[in-house]
T-cell receptor, first 117, second 120 residues
Framework: SAVISQKPSRDICQRGTSLTIQCQVD?????MFWYRQQPGQSLTLIAT?????????ESGFVIDKFPISRPNLTFSTLTVSNMSPEDSSIYLC??????????????FGQGTRLTVV | AQKITQTQPGMFVQEKEAVTLDCTYD???????LFWYKQPSSGEMIFLIY??????QNATEGRYSLNFQKARKSANLVISASQLGDSAMYFC?????????????????FGSGTRLSIRP
């Protein structure tokens, strides 16, 4: 299993500002994943953060809006830039560990509940 | 196309009763894995149970079991003897085997979730 510490746990931010969310894992992992969960919705993958290379973004998400850092194998940050009320969501960091390629379980941080006013 | 479908947006169940949360999926990949996660109001996602497409037996984990009907492409979660602490959102999810090996595509797809409320 993996223990993931994510902070802040919640924040209320002014529109037009930026917030950086930190994610720390208790073991070294190749990939870290960032998800967004809009109110009442399911999880949507924003990007995959690989150590030593640029993050890979999913359709609809761009680096200018959601820059990601991955300085080492246990840490990553996600920045939500130039925020608007539509960015109000829970943001979750995740890593995947498993006994086989298919049986790979996702472990999540406790999430960052962001409200933009 | 919707890959994971959870048709029950909300359910109310009496404490100590069993409850079944529905999940159907769509894939042409013969190799896939199915997951169920619980999300309490605090926001964290908690892994509950896993079923592989080639597993012969239905998965069980304590009070959780997965009713896997491969031909019907359904993977319903059964919670026996429900407790007040089971009140939460429940998400069904799938990983397809063809995504494996691609750093940008090894991803889990989540359903829309079912909000389960347990009545005392």
């Amino acid at each position: 299993s993996a223990v993931i510490s994510q902070k802040p746990s919640r924040d209320i931010c002014q529109r037009g500002t930026s917030l950086t969310i930190q994610c720390q894992v208790d073991s070294q992992v190749t990939m870290m994943f960032w998800y967004r969960q809009q109110p009442g919705q399911s999880l949507t993958l924003i990007a995959t953060a690989n150590q030593g290379s640029e993050a890979t973004y999913e359709s609809g998400f761009v680096i200018d809006k959601f820059p990601i850092s991955r300085p080492n194998l246990t840490f990553s940050t996600l920045t939500v830039s130039n925020m608007s009320p539509e960015d109000s969501s829970i943001y979750l960091c995740s890593v995947e560990l498993g006994s086989s390629a298919l049986r790979t379980e996702a472990f999540f941080g406790q999430g960052t509940r962001l409200t933009v006013v | 196309a919707q890959k994971i479908t959870q048709t029950q947006p909300g359910m109310f169940v009496q404490e100590k009763e069993a409850v079944t949360l529905d999940c159907t999926y769509d894939t042409s990949d013969p190799s896939y894995g199915l997951f169920w996660y619980k999300q309490p109001s605090s926001g964290e996602m908690i892994f509950l149970i896993y079923q592989g497409s080639y597993d012969q037996q239905n998965a069980t984990e304590g009070r959780y079991s997965l009713n896997f009907q491969k031909a019907r492409k359904s993977a319903n979660l059964v919670i026996s003897a429900s407790q007040l602490g089971d009140s939460a959102m429940y998400f069904c999810a799938m990983r397809e085997g063809r995504h494996l090996g691609y750093s940008s595509a090894s991803k889990i797809i989540f359903g829309s979730g079912t909000r389960l409320s347990i009545r005392p």
